[in-house]
């Protein structure tokens, strides 16, 4: 009897007393794992999976964990002076010897499954990681201040529109009034908490200010 099985994003045909190589493993030599990923078990009745084989499963114990050929990566770029760079890589494996291949009561069996390295850690943090703490309900920002009653209607100036009165109110401007009695130090500390500098000087704020509180 034979069974292909899935692992590592890969399939293998295998019989009982084969040697495998698979991706890495969470698993130590010496240990008996299984594989629940049965795609089709062959022989005198063969079973076709839809798309796994219900119950099927195959035994390997861990011979060792290995390294694969070293594959070397050449990257020559074209139109940047000839850079040229070789890397290597020798990927992570583990060496199995198949003991059994189970048609039906793989899980039923009680053997550890087989479980890729990078997914283990996942699973592991998972399985130990405690509850965050509820975060703190962050503190409510001072409401800014809104225009007193009965405040000038500040869109009558050169270039303020309703977003800029917005924020005129919410740095405490409500009047034509404050406008008028800006001083050059008001000016620069209004220009920077508006972002935009200069701007009151080149509408002359305070001289429309001063006309519109005397009217």
């Known amino acids: ?3 292909v099985l899935k692992t590592g994003g890969k399939q293998y045909k295998v019989q009982s007393g084969d040697m495998l190589r698979v991706e890495k493993l969470a698993a130590d030599a010496g240990e008996t794992v299984q594989f629940n990923e049965v795609l089709m078990l062959g022989g005198d009745a063969p079973v076709i999976g839809a798309p796994l ?6 035994q390997a114990e861990v011979v060792d964990q290995v390294k694969g050929d070293k594959v070397i990566h050449f ?10 760079r070789t890397k290597g890589h020798r990927q992570q494996l583990t060496l199995l010897r198949v003991t059994e291949i189970l ?6 069996s009680g053997v550890k499954a087989a479980i890729g390295a990078g997914s283990v850690g996942a699973v592991a943090v998972a399985a130990t990681e405690t509850k965050a703490p509820a975060k703190k309900a962050a503190p409510k920002k001072a409401e800014a201040p809104k225009a007193a009653a009965g405040g000038d209607d500040l869109k009558k100036l050169s270039g303020v529109g309703p977003a800029l009165e917005k924020k005129l109110h919410e740095n405490g401007v409500t009047s034509f009034a404050q406008i008028a009695a800006w001083t050059e130090a008001d000016v620069a500390d209004m220009d920077e908490k508006l972002s935009f500098k200069g701007r009151i000087e080149r509408e002359g704020w305070i001289a429309q200010a001063q006309e519109l509180t005397k009217g």
């Not at 084989?53 to 195959?58: E, H, N, Q, S």
């Not at 048609?103 to 039923?108: I, L, S, Y």
């Open 103 to 108: 048609a039906k009561g793989g899980d039923r």
């Open 75 to 84: 990257v020559k770029r074209r139109r940047k002076h000839g850079s040229q």
């Open 1 to 3: 009897m034979f069974a």
């Open 53 to 58: 084989v219900d119950g099927a499963a195959v």
